[in-house]
């Protein structure tokens, strides 16, 4: 492949950006600990709104509007006024914990994951949102990450960032998980597995956070590129562009010491790079959950 180097193209200083999606010929994304909504489009202007709690991910609707996942819930979150409605509480059970990272699979369905907020306790869970209400399909994380799905919607991958695995799951016809797996184990001083994105031939991207790259591997697991940033936290990647060839990238200030930010000016930062192989469409919820 050839990439090109990745190119800061909004220095934002986000403290923790996360969940890009490409909608509606714009990169949205969040940044979880500023409680922020931003969206970038290619001529350079951007936007910004405020959530009602740390938002961690955005699910495209049919609608104009989005599903946003944060601390206290999921929300319908309208860009045309600014305005949240709740849908429903997640886990009301559990106050210390948000919600952190989705994708929306080729039939509709909403894939998304809970996180211990302190980054401590095991009280993170996958669940899947259709036609009922959100489902618990696996647990025992302490942080998670990167639910996304091969192009045949025959894979679900998931990370748990803090063991360093990204695990891939059978995925049955009505959205049964079985056969979990490890798919790839990021060794010692790599960093952190954080958001994933698949692209057309099937092969799985994986921001690094604390490792100043993003990898992206074959669907065996193989090792196939490694995209050096000049940023140490790299937390999710999205294809966005008319050919779904630019890849755009959030990053993070979240625990960089001041020595650090002062050799890291474009920390937190939006970045994008070109690659030869397009990503897959970004897919809308089909299913009618709250308002």
């Not at 302190?118 to 036609?131: H, I, N, Q, S, W």
């Not at 993070?252 to 990503?279: C, I, M, W």
Request: hydrophobic share 40%.
């Amino acid at each position: 492949m050839a990439l090109s180097a990745p190119e800061c193209i909004w220095p934002l200083a986000a403290t923790l950006g996360e969940g890009p999606v490409w909608w509606d010929g714009a990169l949205w994304f969040t940044d979880i600990k500023q409680q922020a909504i931003h969206r970038f489009d290619p001529v350079g202007d951007a936007q910004s709104w405020p959530a009602p709690s740390p938002v961690g991910f955005l699910a495209p609707r049919r609608s104009s509007h989005f599903i946003a996942g944060t601390k206290s819930g999921l929300y319908d979150f309208d860009p045309a006024t600014g305005a949240f409605s709740l849908i429903r509480a997640v886990e009301p059970q559990a106050p210390g914990n948000r919600l952190n990272d989705a994708v929306v699979d080729a039939r509709g369905r909403l894939w998304f994951g809970s996180m211990d907020d302190e980054e401590v306790a095991a009280t993170g869970k996958l669940y899947r949102l259709d036609d009922g209400g959100p489902r618990v399909m696996d647990e025992g994380y302490v942080i998670t990450n990167g639910p996304a799905v091969s192009p045949d919607g025959a894979t679900l991958y998931h990370t748990d960032t803090l063991e360093k695995i990204i695990y891939a799951f059978d995925v049955g016809a009505e959205g049964a998980l079985g056969n979990k797996r490890v798919f790839v184990r990021i060794e010692d001083g790599a960093g952190y597995p954080d958001g994933c994105a698949v692209d057309a031939q099937g092969c799985l991207w994986t921001g690094l956070f604390g490792g100043w790259a993003a990898r992206r591997y074959s669907p065996q697991g193989a090792l196939l590129e490694n995209v050096k940033f000049p940023t140490a936290n790299v937390t999710k990647l999205a294809f966005g562009g008319d050919d779904l060839t630019t890849v755009y990238a959030t990053t993070a200030t979240k625990g960089l010491a001041p020595e650090d930010l002062a050799s890291q000016p474009l920390a937190g930062g939006l970045f994008r790079f070109t690659a030869d192989v397009p990503g897959l469409p970004q897919n809308a919820v089909s299913f009618q959950v709250g308002p």
